[in-house]
Nanobody, 115 residues
Framework: QVQLVESGGGLVQPGGSLRLSCAASGFTFSSYAMNWFRQVPGKQRELVAQLTSTSSTYYTYSVKGRFTISRDNAKNTVYLQMNTLKPEDTGAYYC?????????WGQGTQVTVSS
């Protein structure tokens, strides 16, 4: 069965950095696009970054130039390096894969940017 396990969230001051990790299992990791979503209470979950199996990337406008998505196919892990964090980056971050015609989600990791 597909499992996604995020880690790396926490409390950071504005301007700081965090790296999120998502360990995946239960599917051929290297063959699938991996996504990071963010959710803020009262709002819909938002796609923050995507990295395809062919290394194409997508970033939502608000994080371009500050966040970098990467993957290590040998470790079945996708990362989200977040630099120059802003208070508006606060939220729960979820790893996602669309596999076998459905979405799979991790449990989420909380990122709080505050002084």
């Amino acid at each position: 069965q597909v499992q996604l396990v995020e880690s790396g969230g926490g409390l950071v001051q504005p301007g700081g950095s965090l790296r999120l990790s998502c360990a995946a299992s239960g599917f051929t990791f290297s063959s699938y696009a991996m996504n990071w979503f963010r959710q803020v209470p009262g709002k819909q979950r938002e796609l923050v970054a995507q990295l395809t199996s062919t290394s194409s990337t997508y970033y939502t406008y608000s994080v371009k130039g500050r966040f970098t998505i990467s993957r290590d196919n040998a470790k079945n892990t996708v990362y989200l390096q977040m630099n120059t964090l802003k208070p508006e980056d606060t939220g729960a971050y979820y790893c996602n894969v669309f596999y076998n015609r459905r979405d799979y989600w991790g449990q989420g990791t909380q990122v709080t940017v505050s002084s």
